[in-house]
């Protein structure tokens, strides 16, 4: 068996061009123009890398990116005073804070901290809280998100179907799991702590893998016709590769998506649909508190 490839380019190239017709008439009725703001601290590569494909996106779809970096010494105020800025800025609509952070600063603090209604990302208590309610209103983390359009978009049957996804970080792995159990899957979590792990990942019709480690996933862990779906970006000599050992899984798996080429198209494609979709968001706000204004003065 030699796994499909799951490329993520055509359905990137969709969601995009979808965000550039959302992007357009969202200009012409309310007459201006959403921003994306990218805020890096410290120079992580896998950062830049992000960085990078996220402005080439944007210059794509005509949606204008501000860039702002910090020296990875800087302290939590100076960061916090710099999201502060960004979350009064009218002319940003969406705020995105790069990951890693350097360890000294919190990313709890960010996550409080970020407009609810900027936070492109999900990475907000607010936004958190909403997934989990399957509102539709919801900015969901981008990662995850992409993947799932990845699923939907070559069909892969999720109702009823057995996910493992490897990961519990908050802006990934746990979303991940959300999402799918929304769509009526029976889903395992494991994570670093799991005993036995191979005995789960055969288990999976539909298997992620977010845990951030080369070679975590290897053929003898996969269930035969198993899709596989790789958010690992790791970085050996130079080259970026996922958690998954690509060469020796794909004779195992029915589908697979590739590092490069794979979920990171997809990611970077959500993050601008949620841009216009957090600017249509906040002019709702705009306008109730307009409305609000209004009955108040008579």
Same mark, same amino acid.
């Given at each position: 068996?030699?796994?499909?490839?799951?490329?993520?380019?055509?359905?990137?190239?969709?969601?995009?061009?979808?965000?550039?017709?959302?992007?357009?008439?969202?200009?012409?009725?309310?007459?201006?123009?959403?921003?994306? !703001?990218?805020?890096?601290?410290?120079?992580?590569?896998?950062? /830049?890398?992000?960085?990078?494909?996220?402005?080439? !996106?944007?210059?794509?779809?005509?949606? $204008?990116?501000? =860039?702002?970096?910090?020296?990875?010494?800087?302290?939590?105020?100076?960061?916090?005073?710099?999201?502060? =800025?960004?979350?009064? #800025?009218?002319?940003?609509?969406?705020?995105?804070?790069?990951?890693?952070?350097?360890?000294?600063?919190?990313?709890? =603090?960010?996550?409080?901290?970020?407009?609810?209604?900027? #936070?492109?990302?999900?990475?907000?208590?607010?936004?958190?809280?909403?997934?989990?309610?399957?509102?539709?209103?919801?900015?969901?983390?981008?990662? $995850?998100?992409?993947?799932?359009?990845?699923?939907?978009?070559?069909?892969?049957?999720?109702?009823?179907?057995?996910?493992?996804?490897?990961?519990?970080?908050?802006?990934?792995?746990?979303?991940?799991?959300?999402?799918?159990?929304?769509?009526?899957?029976? /889903?395992?979590?494991?994570?670093?702590?799991?005993?036995?792990?191979?005995?789960?990942?055969?288990?999976?019709?539909?298997?992620?893998?977010?845990?951030?480690? $080369?070679?975590?996933?290897?053929?003898?862990? /996969?269930?035969?016709?198993?899709?596989?779906?790789?958010?690992?970006?790791?970085?050996?000599?130079?080259?970026?590769?996922?958690?998954?050992? !690509?060469?020796?899984?794909?004779?195992?798996?029915?589908?697979?998506?590739?590092? $490069?080429?794979?979920?990171?198209?997809?990611?970077?494609?959500?993050?601008?649909?949620?841009?216009?979709?957090?600017?249509?968001?906040?002019?709702?706000?705009?306008?109730?508190?307009?409305?609000?204004?209004?009955?108040?003065?008579?």
């Amino acid at each position: 068996m030699t796994a499909t490839i799951l490329d993520g380019r055509p359905v990137a190239r969709d969601i995009r061009e979808r965000a550039r017709g959302e992007l357009k008439r969202f200009s012409s009725v309310y007459s201006w123009t959403p921003g994306l !703001a990218v805020l890096a601290v410290g120079d992580d590569p896998s950062a /830049v890398a992000y960085q990078r494909a996220i402005v080439t !996106a944007a210059a794509a779809i005509d949606l $204008p990116v501000s =860039e702002h970096s910090l020296p990875a010494s800087s302290r939590q105020q100076d960061l916090n005073a710099l999201l502060d =800025e960004l979350n009064d #800025d009218d002319a940003v609509s969406g705020i995105l804070v790069l990951q890693p952070l350097p360890p000294h600063l919190s990313r709890i =603090e960010v996550a409080d901290r970020v407009d609810p209604l900027k #936070d492109i990302d999900g990475i907000t208590t607010f936004n958190a809280g909403r997934l989990f309610h399957d509102d539709r209103d919801v900015l969901a983390p981008s990662t $995850p998100a992409g993947g799932m359009a990845l699923l939907k978009h070559y069909q892969i049957p999720l109702s009823g179907a057995h996910a493992t996804v490897i990961g519990r970080s908050p802006v990934v792995g746990r979303p991940m799991a959300a999402m799918l159990l929304a769509e009526n899957a029976t /889903v395992t979590t494991c994570h670093s702590r799991t005993r036995d792990l191979p005995r789960f990942t055969r288990q999976a019709d539909i298997l992620v893998s977010a845990a951030g480690r $080369p070679g975590t996933v290897t053929a003898s862990m /996969v269930k035969p016709g198993a899709t596989i779906i790789d958010f690992g970006v790791n970085f050996i000599d130079g080259h970026m590769v996922g958690d998954v050992d !690509a060469d020796s899984v794909s004779d195992v798996a029915g589908a697979l998506t590739p590092v $490069p080429g794979g979920t990171g198209r997809v990611t970077t494609a959500i993050l601008l649909r949620n841009t216009v979709k957090a600017a249509t968001l906040q002019q709702r706000r705009r306008s109730s508190h307009t409305a609000f204004a209004t009955r108040a003065a008579v």
